[in-house]
Structure formats: C-alpha cells, structure tokens
C-alpha cells in the first residue's frame, strides 16, 4: 500500500449528548478530529502508511489529540510539539427539520502558529505517493496558509499527486480572502474536491453552467467540471451531490470527471443519518484509495468513495471507523443492515 501524507489541524471535539441543544447541556461528549486527520484514519484503516503533518501543544490534551490518531495505527512522527493550544470545536447535532450547529474556540492554537522551520518537508514527502489538504488549513491563518504552500512545492519536487477539498468555511475567512490564497495552490493539484459553490468562494471560479438551487441532476455539472479541469489544469474534479431532506436523512451520490470521461456514481438513501460531521473527509479518504487502488477505473474509485462515506454518516464521532471490506460490500449492494454472525 501507498505512503500518503495529509495536513492540517486536529482538534478536541465537545458534543452535546444526543440531539440536546448547547443551552440544555450540562456535560459534553469529547473526541478528536479535523478535515485531514479524518482522512488520514480512513486511509489506515484501508491499510495505507498514512502520516499526519500537525502541530500540537506538548502537554497532555496534545497527547490525547495524538493518542486518538495512533489508536487507528495513523503514523505520527511528523507532528510537532509545542504552542499553546489545542483547537476547540463544540457540536450540537441537529435532528429533522433543526440543522446541526458548531462553534469554533481555535484561535491561536499551535498549528496556527507554526513555521515553516517545525517541517522537514523532504523528508515528510520521500517516498510518498500522494499528498491531500483541504481549504481549511490555509484559512486557519497566514502562517499557515505559508506553511502549506511550501508543503505543495515539495510534494511537487518528490513527484507527490496532490488533491484538495475546497471545503469553504465562512466562519474561518472571507471569500475575497480565500481567493487570494487559494487559486494560486492550485497550481499544485492534481484532484480537486469541491461544488460549485465551493468553487466560486474559494477560486472565484464563475461558470457559464447553473445548477439549479437544491437539485443534484450530475448533468448540470458536466459543464462546470470541464471548466474547472480547463482552468486549472486538474486531472480530476469530483464533488459530491447531496440532497438534503433534512437534517437526519440526506441522498447522496457522487460526480467525478478525468477530463475525457464522466461518471456518476448510485444514490444513498440515508436515514437516519447519525453524525454528519467527517462526512466530507470519509469521502475524500474513499476517493484517494480508490483512486490508488483501481487507478484505471474512476468510476470503481469513486463507487468506493460514495459508499464508504455514507457508511460514514452512520457513524458518531469525526473518524469513519470502517474497513475495505465493509466498503466493499456496501458498494457492491449489500445495504440491508442485517446482523453480521
């Protein structure tokens, strides 16, 4: 299996117990997760040698951030220690017709606060076979936006494929700033992940095409994805299509294009969803293995991709905690939910 590097913050997550609502809460639920970690325990736990690139503080809630990564055998020896905090998110996980909520505490925390001089980004990359990041680590801060930027060049100096998932946060940054910071990255990926809105927020990438508001027919995009790969010189766009009834019960498919072909993948139906938060990296994590796995057939990649993400949404916690086989099966039709004996 493949040596793939991920990047980005690991944060202490704090939910409210059930479907309570932060004013109703007493205790909190915690556990560890963010965008790239959350990928790189779906890569282990598809038998990748998949390493994690963070800093967190050197004291025990830092440890704890770690300790929940080396639980899913996510290879930790690139993180760096020291800073004064640990990022925080508190969720409070809607139901029905009542969105999920999540308030950010991460301001100032040690991956926001690191330097290039914490990486040894050659050594971090030897080896390696594919690099990911999403749009959230260049909006934690500029430092780490530079941080990142000279992880891209030396992914590009080791030969490494590149991908990044848009993943557009208003209450991270401004579309005017992530425009800045982002289209010139984009010089360095390979996959982008990402829907039109992301696009238009993070590339001020404005296409010709529409979709219409709430609707997920795949053709709507095949001009969009066209466009992209033009523009920016991908070899793959994909996006997830989601159809959101509400906030327990959700369709979801898939649409990626190679700059000849397209493919859509089947529709989830699922309901009810148990935790939607990850949903995004599990896919992300399904695309880079399928991609690895069947690099001559993207439309078997992204069947796996689709299917390990809702598998994911059935799941509490950041981490979609499944196997290739599970996968698999699932993909392969088996959607029953039958005991296993």
């Not at 440890?63 to 930790?76: G, H, P, Y």
């Not at 148990?274 to 991609?291: E, K, M, N």
Request: proline content about 2%.
């Amino acid at each position: 299996m493949a040596k793939v590097v991920t990047m980005g913050e690991i944060m202490l997550r704090l939910s409210t117990e059930g479907n309570s609502r932060f004013v109703q809460a007493i205790s909190f639920d915690a556990c560890y997760g963010g965008g790239e970690a959350n990928v790189a325990v779906s890569l282990s736990n598809y038998g990748h040698d998949a390493y994690f690139v963070s800093k967190v503080p050197s004291h025990e809630i830092g440890q704890c951030a770690i300790n929940a990564l080396r639980k899913f055998d996510v290879n930790t020896s690139y993180i760096a220690r020291g800073g004064n905090r640990l990022g925080i998110y508190f969720l409070e996980t809607g139901a029905s017709m009542r969105p999920s909520k999540v308030i950010y505490d991460r301001a100032g925390s040690s991956i926001a606060e690191a330097s290039i001089e914490d990486f040894d980004f050659d050594k971090i990359f030897e080896g390696a076979s594919w690099f990911h990041w999403s749009g959230i680590t260049p909006a934690i801060s500029d430092k780490s936006a530079e941080v990142l930027k000279e992880a891209c060049k030396a992914a590009k100096r080791h030969g490494v494929t590149v991908s990044v998932d848009l993943n557009f946060r208003k209450k991270l940054w401004t579309s005017e700033k992530a425009i800045s910071i982002m289209r010139p990255l984009m010089e360095y990926v390979d996959v982008c992940i990402g829907n039109e809105e992301d696009a238009a927020l993070c590339l001020g990438f404005h296409p010709e095409a529409d979709v219409e508001g709430g609707k997920t027919d795949a053709e709507g995009y095949y001009a969009i994805f066209k466009q992209m790969a033009e523009q920016f010189n991908f070899k793959y766009v994909v996006s997830t299509l989601r159809e959101s009834y509400s906030a327990t019960h959700n369709g979801w498919k898939a649409l990626i294009y190679n700059g000849k072909e397209f493919y859509a993948s089947k529709r989830y139906d699922i309901n009810p969803i148990i935790d939607r938060v990850g949903g995004g990296d599990s896919f992300a994590g399904g695309l880079i293995h399928g991609l690895l796995t069947y690099p001559n057939d993207q439309g078997k990649a992204l069947e796996f991709a689709v299917a390990a993400s809702a598998l994911k949404h059935t799941i509490p916690g950041d981490f979609n905690a499944v196997s290739v086989d599970e996968v698999l099966n699932l993909a392969g039709g088996d959607a029953s939910g039958r005991v296993q004996r």
